[in-house]
């Protein structure tokens, strides 16, 4: 049912006019309407043959990744179906029963159910944990979505809400994310789940597998109640990037009192990318509140911030100064009154994805995929890209929520999805869901004014209970 790779090239090639045309056709001149298609067909041509050169023209970029296009990377576009008998429910007396009916339960409840006969099923125990140590040979490289996942030191990896940066210096990859590693609790008795900071726990790889856990490289502080990182406050989603000009690692995180009130950044610096990061400051950007944040990093060396502002209604979007550490007085609102968060943006062939999740807590919720030609906007939200598994898990983005997109330059249009499956009753036990998400093919929802062509490429990403990438 889905296109091979050579296929998906084609459809690729198909689909990437994404400049809105403004032609406007006379519906009564038959003439004018077969010069105008012409026209089309021509301008398409002409792009198509400008395309190929153009990913012809592309650097062959740097990479330790040995990556093998063929036949591997079919099963990455394999779609996996799921599927799950929900259990009868447990018995109950007479009398519970008249207080309240028996109702069929939902995938998503059983979900949130901590007692649920199903809760294996989303976090199976220690004894499935993927282990980079045991598994040799041919069980390597495999990712098991939804699993514990051990760094090299046989521990759980602690970076949730995290982010990669890919270091050209030590052509390694570094993971940066919450370290979760103490006990969940609720601040209030309305309060969500949480735990206190502990700090940005860093992990480094060169195969993006198997993970040395690096130290946690910026810490709460224990004692000063005024401090940002003080550990009864909320630090999360961190994210580093390099800044070639001034040669520091530079990180982004978003800072909260227990109450989310203060809805801020913090912005913290490093000569290395294992740290230690030294914690500048906290501030409302471009004067507004800030929760749910990421960076990117463009090719031409301007970094973004991108959070969720005005009570979660809107994204917020603005260039950072040179040096990384501030923002400037630019900024624009994109997806407004859409109430998205866990923004994860990435970049292919001059076009702007994002990914991000509805707002509903550390319960999972519908990904959606926006695009865009400008990082400054206009989006536009080309619909769900979750593919395979079952209805429900389309709807929950596979149980789980964005938080990063990595890119994969030996496989250009492919990428890897990295989100969180939280646990909020134990949150240092919340899972790492990471797939391949695949920009190809027609996007779901062609605008009106593209006369039915399609303006953007679709943005897929699939389910797989195991995956791994077509290393060589
Ligand atoms: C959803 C956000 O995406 C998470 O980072 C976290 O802030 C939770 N809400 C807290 O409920």
């Known amino acids: 049912m889905f296109p091979g790779i050579e296929e998906r090239g084609k459809m690729r090639a198909r689909n990437k006019y994404r400049r809105p045309t403004t032609f406007r056709c006379n519906a ?262 800030s929760r749910d944040m990421t960076l990117f990093k463009d090719e031409d060396g301007v970094a973004y911030l991108v959070y969720s502002s005005e009570d979660n209604t809107d994204l917020h979007i603005g260039p950072l100064t040179n040096d990384y550490l501030d923002v400037t007085s630019v900024m624009g609102r994109v997806l407004a009154g859409q109430h998205r968060e866990a923004p994860a943006l990435f970049k292919y062939q001059g076009t702007y994805y994002m990914i991000t999740s509805g707002c509903s807590g550390w319960a999972p919720n519908e990904a959606l995929a926006h695009a865009a030609e400008s990082i400054m906007g206009p989006w536009e939200t080309i619909g769900n890209p979750c593919m395979g598994g079952n209805k429900i898990f389309r709807q929950t983005t596979f149980f789980s929520q964005s938080t990063f997109v990595i890119p994969l330059p030996g496989l250009p249009g492919s990428f890897i999805f990295m989100a969180d499956r939280w646990n909020p009753a134990e949150l240092r036990d919340s899972r790492y869901v990471w797939l391949p998400l695949i920009v190809g093919g027609a996007a779901d929802h062609p605008l009106e004014h593209s006369f039915g062509f399609p303006l953007w490429s679709r943005v897929s990403i699939y389910w797989h209970k195991r995956w791994r990438l077509p290393f060589k």
């Not at 069929?104 to 499935?128: A, G």
């Not at 989310?260 to 501030?283: H, I, M």
């Open 28 to 289: 009564g001149s038959r003439l004018g309407l077969s010069t105008v298609v012409l026209g089309l067909i021509g301008f398409l041509a002409v792009l198509h043959l400008l395309s190929l050169l153009r990913d012809k023209a592309l650097p062959d970029e740097e990479t330790q990744l040995l990556i093998d296009q063929y036949p591997y990377f079919q099963e990455l576009v394999e779609v996996e179906e799921e599927v799950f008998r929900i259990p009868p429910p447990r018995k109950r007396s007479a009398r519970a029963m008249k207080r309240k009916p028996k109702r069929p339960t939902t995938l998503l409840e059983e979900f949130l159910d901590e007692t649920s006969q199903l809760r294996h099923i989303f976090f199976p125990d220690m004894k499935t944990a993927v282990d980079p140590l045991k598994e040799v040979g041919n069980g390597s490289y495999y990712y098991y979505p939804g699993r514990i996942w051990l760094d090299t030191d046989g521990k759980p990896i602690q970076a949730h809400g995290g982010g990669i940066l890919h270091d050209k210096n030590s052509r390694t990859y570094y993971w940066y994310g919450e370290y979760k590693d103490g006990p969940t609790y609720h601040a209030h008795k309305k309060g969500s789940a949480r735990v206190d900071i502990i700090g940005v726990g860093c992990y480094s790889s060169r195969d993006l597998w198997a993970w040395k856990f690096e130290g946690i490289v910026l810490t709460a502080e224990e004692t000063d109640e005024t401090h940002d990182l003080y550990k009864f406050n909320v630090l999360e989603r961190p994210k580093v990037i390099y800044n070639d000009k001034t040669g520091k690692y530079v990180m982004w995180m978003h800072i909260d009192d227990a109450n989310y009130t203060k809805a801020s950044v913090g912005v913290a610096v490093s000569d290395y990318p294992t740290g230690p990061f030294n914690y500048l400051y906290s501030k409302q950007p471009h004067g507004f509140d």
